[in-house]
């Protein structure tokens, strides 16, 4: 398995970023993939999470309204569209698929929402 972000970078409060995973060595299309992040001293926590076929979606609370996840199962990607970011925010985003009692991790890529 092999979980690979890009897309992060420095954005401005109220800007956006669009982070992409290319997926490999599973069945992606046939996997619900999701999306985590870990801010410096804080635990690693959900953000958003979507079906196989992509019609079903979850977000955290925090960020409701302003992410939006999408996958292209033909390019085995999977996107994270952050608009109106905050700084709380800023955190190492990781792209995550679950492969029955294991989790697969990407290295991840950093965020940092900041004037």
């Known amino acids: 398995v092999q979980l690979v972000e890009s897309g992060g970078g420095l954005v401005q409060p109220g800007g956006s970023l669009r982070l992409s995973c290319a997926a490999s060595g599973f069945p992606f299309s046939t996997s619900a993939m999701s999306w985590y992040r870990q801010a410096p001293g804080k635990e690693r926590e959900l953000v958003a999470s979507i079906s196989s076929a992509g019609g079903g979606t979850n977000f955290a609370d925090s960020v409701k309204g302003r992410f939006t996840i999408s996958r292209d199962n033909a390019k085995n990607t999977v996107y994270l569209q952050m608009n109106s970011l905050k700084p709380e925010d800023t955190a190492v985003y990781y792209c995550?698929?679950?492969?029955?009692?294991?989790?697969?991790w990407g290295q991840g890529t950093q965020v940092t929402v900041s004037s």
């Open positions: 995550n698929v679950r492969r029955g009692i294991r989790n697969y």
